[in-house]
DNA sequence: TGGGGTTAT
DNA sequence: ATAACCC
């Protein structure tokens, strides 16, 4: 752990994720002290409403967990990829011209030495990441990840205590300074409409007018990009906690038939399962995605998705039932209800969720809902729910 | 463009 | 179920 290195603050130059290392407010917008912060985060009586956060940006953070394993690496310009892309790299690499994302012809064209290492198996890079945000998370709870290699601490109360444990003496010796970061372009899509209303630089967007920009993009974006525009944000930092999904997925240049799929599908499927007996958790929904060839229009996906039935979210925790059949099961009817099979078809990506996550035993004995369960309806698109008996429960009747 | 993740609609 | 956002 203490191998992971944190982008430099000072960095000058460079390309636009490279303002890297943040130790930064979120910028508190009007409220002063004693009344409840925005969002419902409440501020101390007598204080100051602004907040010290810190944010922790890692370091082309799966070229560090490949050096950590492999030692070896260190020093050598490394690439990480991911089918044909090199995803991220070290330092030798981008100094030998190698950029994120890069095509690993062009790579390996700009920087011939360049030694690669495959990261299509997110598994070490995630336990190192959840490592990283527990370790945060000593300092204060309210840690939010963002990816993998992201978090944002609240050190607010930390802050406010040792201030109050300072004497006038020290307090006044204090010197502090920081930055507000030049946050750039906002989201792909908002910033082409942006740029349709002749908006491209911050200072274009602090200056437009918010009603128009309202009509625009909706009051809720448009009031929170305004606001970002001036370097305030007054989101809260919101504890991630325990995921709220696992997923598996894999892209290729083709699959055309189903039994291809189910193959790949079972792939996804078993090691998801070992990721969510590990969490001890269950999952009470289960879905399946799709990406289809196509020459454009080529980040759309599409999902279907359903209830797990009961019977088998309750074999999920012991090792020795088969859970696999029942929910390749599924994953095959909800293929079968997004591709037709019957007619050639071309995808790229396939993709399992496993989601809706609960403690085990949600439903109290003797409560309505430890009896019924909604049931597995994978066409019902109205808002209405059918329900079914618990099959396990059946006995206790 | 990978292999993830989140929230809003 | 999809769309948008983040990395």
Request: glycine fraction near 6%; hydrophobic fraction near 35%.
């Amino acid at each position: 752990m203490e191998q992971l290195g944190v982008e430099p603050a000072e960095e000058a130059g460079g390309d636009e994720e490279e303002d890297a290392v943040q130790a930064m407010e979120r910028v508190e917008a009007g409220e002063t002290g004693g009344s409840p912060g925005v969002h419902g985060q409440v501020v101390p009586e007598g204080s100051s409403s602004s907040r010290v956060i810190v944010h922790v940006d890692l370091d082309c953070f799966y070229a560090q967990v490949e050096m950590i394993s492999n030692p070896e690496l260190k020093g050598k310009p490394l690439g990480v990829q991911q089918k044909y892309l090199v995803v991220t790299c070290n330092y030798e690499a981008r100094k030998l011209g190698v950029k994120k994302l890069m095509n690993v012809r062009d790579a390996k064209e700009k920087c011939p030495q360049l030694v690669l290492v495959n990261g299509e198996d997110l598994t070490r890079y995630r336990e190192m990441s959840y490592k990283v945000t527990e370790l945060l998370e000593e300092f204060s709870p309210v840690v939010e990840r963002l990816g993998f290699d992201e978090n944002f601490v609240d050190l607010t109360e930390m802050v406010e205590k040792r201030l109050q444990q300072l004497q006038s003496d020290e307090l006044s010796a204090l010197t502090v300074s920081g930055h507000v970061y030049n946050n750039q372009c906002i989201g792909y899509k908002t910033a082409k409409r942006l740029e349709a209303l002749g908006i491209s630089s911050v200072l274009d967007l602090q200056t437009f007018s918010p009603k128009i920009l309202e009509k625009e993009l909706g009051i809720s974006v448009a009031q929170r990009i305004q606001k970002l525009s001036f370097g305030e944000d007054n989101s809260p930092v919101t504890p991630s906690g325990p995921p709220q999904s696992f997923s598996e997925e894999d892209s290729f240049k083709k699959c055309s038939s189903e039994v291809e799929a189910k193959s790949k599908i079972e792939e996804l499927l078993a090691s998801l399962l070992n990721r969510v007996c590990q969490d001890g958790r269950k999952p009470h929904t289960i879905r399946l995605i799709i990406r289809r060839y196509s020459s454009e229009n080529h980040c759309s996906r599409e999902s279907r998705q359903c209830p797990i039935p009961s019977h088998v979210i309750q074999k999920l925790g012991t090792g020795n039932c088969d859970v696999m059949t029942p929910m390749v099961d599924i994953l095959m009817k909800l293929f079968r209800n997004m591709v037709n099979v019957k007619m050639p078809f071309h995808l790229t990506l396939l993709s399992v969720c496993l989601c809706n996550l609960k403690a085990l035993n949600t439903a109290k004995k003797g409560t309505i809902d430890y009896y019924l369960t909604p049931s597995l309806s994978t066409t019902s698109r109205s808002g209405k729910r059918s329900f079914k008996m618990k099959d396990t429960h059946m006995e206790d009747f």
